[in-house]
């Protein structure tokens, strides 16, 4: 008896685990969160409708959206180096307390960090305090 009360506990568990994890993820696939990717395209599209715009607006709007895009570009450019230097600084710092073998785990992890940072680029802005 004791026996079929944990199969059926164990059961109830299992089944709650994976009813949860398929509701998670339809509320993440269905409210976008998981596949949506930010596109200028779709905020135009957003703004036309909400706004009423013209098609000669929404053609204004996205030479705005790209001069903003390459404005944006060309600061990130001058503003890189000094990233990068506070980046190389801060893990010099931390090379120093470090022993043999964390520092050589350390130096992979940093690999790996600047190879998906040259693949996916910079990571988001955090987001501005509340």
Known sequence: MKRRAYVYFALTFVLGLVIGSVGMYSYGWYTGHWHRKFSRDHV???????????????????QIF??????????????????????????????????????????AM???????RKQHGPPPPPPPPK
Do not use: C, G, H
């Open 66 to 107: 790209r001069s903003m895009d390459q404005k944006e570009a060309e600061l990130r450019d001058q503003v890189e180096p000094q990233f990068q230097a506070i980046r190389e600084e801060t893990r010099n710092e931390t090379r120093k307390i470090l022993n043999a073998q964390q520092l050589q785990k350390f130096n």
């Open 110 to 116: 940093v690999k790996r960090w600047d190879a998906r």
């Open 44 to 62: 135009i599209k957003y703004l036309q409708q909400e706004l009423d715009l013209s098609q000669t607006q929404a053609q204004q709007l996205k």
